[in-house]
């Protein structure tokens, strides 16, 4: 089937919340997103004043400006680059309020030719840069606080939406989001591509470089020198030692154990002297229940034991896991309305990577969960079905319109929200 024709820009507001208004203001919200350029320069320069994401808040923020007296809205930058929004329907004031989040930064556009920002559709599904990966979820978060927002709904706990920043790179701005609040949250939903089974767990990151240091003479003779390239190879070989272990470890039920990846190397400087430097790039995935920080100074300890010079740099970036009790209430109760909404096959997942949800690690309790595959995120031709973004829209709306009042008040149920 070839691309059908694109949605109009124009965003209609469309005060009865039918299935069909449902359906063409995803569609057209979801494309409107794509076509807006939030490429996260990922630590690379970045010729422009304006922060990567401000066209995309301006967008969101013209949804909400009829809405001005009942939803609040709050630029929040994170960095000189990057800026969040952030909108809040009060609720009931006794209870915490819900955080729901999802990031409006993609990866840059590699290897696409022009249609990353031309979205099109075929077979029911759109295909762009960022439509999974995290517009769908974005739109969908947007959308079903929007319906709420016009059916006059009073919700049962306060709603805050973060559209975060800078998810893809460093994560400043839910960083910056909780640093400037209270933290004091029932609970957290936070947008990523999970094809709409919860996540209560998934893995943390540890990554950094180590560079090895040795002497440069002449090939014609290395005894005069020390090779960095081979104290390198005995590196790895004790990262790779250090992965065994943990993996023989029994760990949590949802995830896979701890990995040790070696990223990227790079050694020598000619073809015949000895290298005085070799430096790698490791990226470490560490389960839910163990600490990102922790694991890598037990690395860094037994590298220390090797007979080579061995420095580390600072963390490019250190996130804990996400560990939210896949037995808990609010576990099961999300769980539950996933299945309502797509069927009996949506089950608690736990997954390999990292999201901004890490963040909120021992605050209160999170899961992520979205639409869309992530297989197919951070991919040429990245895309999505139409139907799981609305299927998303009700999901949301659901679990913010649930008040999970009966376990997740720290007041009756401990301190810490968690069951
Ligand atoms: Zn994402």
């Given at each position: 089937?070839?691309?059908?024709?694109?949605?109009?820009?124009?965003?209609?507001?469309?005060?009865?919340?039918?299935?069909?208004?449902?359906?063409?203001?995803?569609?057209?919200?979801?494309?409107?997103?794509?076509?807006?350029?939030?490429?996260?320069?990922?630590?690379?320069?970045?010729?422009?004043?304006?922060?990567v994401e401000r066209k995309v808040i301006e967008h969101i923020e013209q949804l909400f400006a009829p809405h001005a007296s009942s939803v609040t809205r709050?630029?929040?930058?994170?960095?000189?680059?990057?800026?969040?929004?952030?909108?809040?329907?009060?609720?009931?004031?006794?209870?915490?309020?819900?955080?729901?989040?999802?990031?409006?930064?993609?990866?840059?556009?590699?290897?696409?030719?022009?249609?990353?920002?031309?979205?099109?559709?075929?077979?029911?599904?759109?295909?762009?840069?960022?439509?999974?990966?995290?517009?769908?979820?974005?739109?969908?978060?947007?959308?079903?606080l929007l319906e709420i927002v016009e059916e006059s709904i009073s919700p049962p706990r306060t709603i805050v939406l973060v559209c975060a920043a800078d998810e893809e790179y460093a994560q400043t701005g839910i960083r910056e989001f909780l640093?400037?609040?209270?933290?004091?949250?029932?609970?957290?939903?936070?947008?990523?591509?999970?094809?709409?089974?919860?996540?209560?767990?998934?893995?943390?990151?540890?990554?950094?470089?180590?560079?090895?240091?040795?002497?440069?003479?002449?090939?014609?003779?290395?005894?005069?020198?020390?090779?960095?390239?081979?104290?390198?190879v005995e590196v790895i070989r004790a990262l790779q030692r250090r992965q065994e272990k943990l993996q023989s470890r029994p760990t949590c039920s949802l995830t896979s154990a701890t990995t040790i990846t070696v990223t990227k190397i790079a050694g020598g400087q000619t073809r015949n002297a000895i290298p005085e430097q070799c430096a790698i790039a490791v990226d470490v995935r560490v389960s839910p229940g163990m600490d990102s920080a922790a694991e890598r100074e037990t690395i860094m300890d037994e590298l220390s034991a090797l007979p080579w010079n061995i420095s580390h740099s600072e963390p490019q970036l250190l996130s804990p896991p996400l560990n939210t009790d896949p037995q808990s209430s609010f576990s099961r109760d999300v769980l539950s309305i996933c299945q309502q909404t797509i069927g009996n096959h949506a089950h608690l997942q736990g997954m390999p990577y990292g999201t901004d949800a890490a963040w909120t690690a021992g605050?209160?309790?999170?899961?992520?969960?979205?639409?869309?595959?992530?297989?197919?995120?951070?991919?040429?031709?990245?895309?999505?079905?139409?139907?799981?973004?609305?299927?998303?829209?009700?999901?949301?709306?659901?679990?913010?319109?649930?008040?999970?009042?009966?376990?997740?008040?720290?007041?009756?149920?401990?301190?810490?929200?968690?069951?």
């Open positions: 089937m070839g691309p059908a024709p694109l949605f109009p820009l124009k965003l209609n507001r469309i005060p009865m919340n039918t299935p069909s208004s449902r359906q063409q203001r995803s569609d057209e919200l979801l494309t409107s997103l794509v076509r807006i350029h939030s490429v996260n320069p990922m630590g690379k320069d970045y010729p422009h004043t304006e922060p709050r630029r929040l930058p994170s960095s000189p680059i990057h800026e969040s929004l952030v909108l809040t329907l009060p609720g009931r004031a006794d209870r915490r309020a819900a955080l729901f989040e999802s990031h409006m930064d993609t990866v840059p556009a590699c290897g696409w030719q022009d249609r990353a920002f031309h979205p099109v559709v075929q077979s029911g599904e759109l295909i762009g840069l960022g439509s999974s990966d995290d517009k769908a979820s974005l739109a969908a978060m947007v959308l079903a640093r400037t609040t209270d933290k004091q949250f029932a609970y957290g939903i936070f947008g990523e591509p999970t094809q709409l089974n919860p996540v209560p767990q998934h893995k943390g990151i540890a990554r950094w470089d180590i560079t090895v240091h040795g002497r440069s003479a002449h090939s014609g003779c290395p005894e005069l020198g020390v090779n960095a390239i081979s104290g390198m605050l209160f309790p999170s899961i992520v969960l979205g639409p869309g595959d992530i297989r197919l995120a951070h991919a040429i031709d990245e895309r999505i079905a139409l139907t799981e973004v609305r299927q998303a829209i009700a999901i949301y709306k659901q679990i913010m319109l649930h008040p999970f009042a009966e376990y997740i008040e720290p007041n009756r149920f401990g301190s810490d929200g968690r069951t």
